[in-house]
């Protein structure tokens, strides 16, 4: 065989292998639940119930779930008022983020620790990590890699999103009930109508 119908023969090959193999190496899903870099939290990733295409991320453990009184901790820097009371163990953090061009998912983080919320892309190139990489101001950026857990630790919310036992999604995020199946609630001092 010449050496030019060798390579054009390996060429061949290795285009048919990559086509039966499914093409080209596809990034990992970032669905799962992932311990933090500090290992201070568990976060559970998942298609969010409003939007299936977007990816959402809810708090389901903590290192240190009790404030320094013994309670729960709460979301106490919150911005939004209403939002201050609630438990940040089960609280969504990753806020409908949208897949890009590149196969990653991009949009806002809250953090509860100071209440602020940032631009953050997240990206899985192999199926036991999970890179987060947050920026202040599009200037200030860092990275932290997560890594997956499937045993469920002590104290981890193990319920589905939005169970009694699983965490919350914010109402934006949350399932909206299908058209016609939730009873209207008549205003009040208005009775309901006859059935």
């Not at 009694?164 to 199946?181: C, F, K, N, S």
Request: hydrophobic fraction near 35%.
């Amino acid at each position: 065989m010449t050496p030019i119908l060798t390579r054009f023969a390996t060429a061949a090959l290795v285009a048919l292998l990559a086509y039966a193999c499914g093409g080209p190496a596809r990034a990992a899903e970032p669905v799962g639940t992932w311990l933090t870099e500090d290992g201070r939290a568990r976060v559970r990733t998942e298609p969010c119930a409003a939007d299936a295409a977007r990816l959402c991320g809810t708090v389901v453990w903590l290192q240190k779930p009790l404030d320094e009184d013994g309670r729960p901790r709460r979301d106490r820097y919150n911005p939004d008022p209403r939002r201050q009371a609630r438990p940040v163990l089960g609280h969504q953090m990753l806020l409908g983020l949208g897949a890009t061009a590149e196969g990653r998912y991009a949009g806002r983080i809250y953090n509860g620790d100071n209440g602020k919320f940032y631009d953050v892309t997240v990206w899985s190139e192999t199926p036991t990590a999970l890179t987060v990489k947050g920026c202040m101001l599009t200037v200030f950026c860092g990275s932290q890699t997560w890594t997956r857990v499937t045993e469920p630790a002590p104290g981890q919310l193990r319920g589905a999103t939005g169970a009694p036992d699983g965490p919350r999604l914010d109402p934006e995020w949350a399932a909206r009930p299908a058209v016609g199946t939730a009873p209207k609630t008549p205003p009040a001092g208005k009775a309901a109508p006859a059935q």
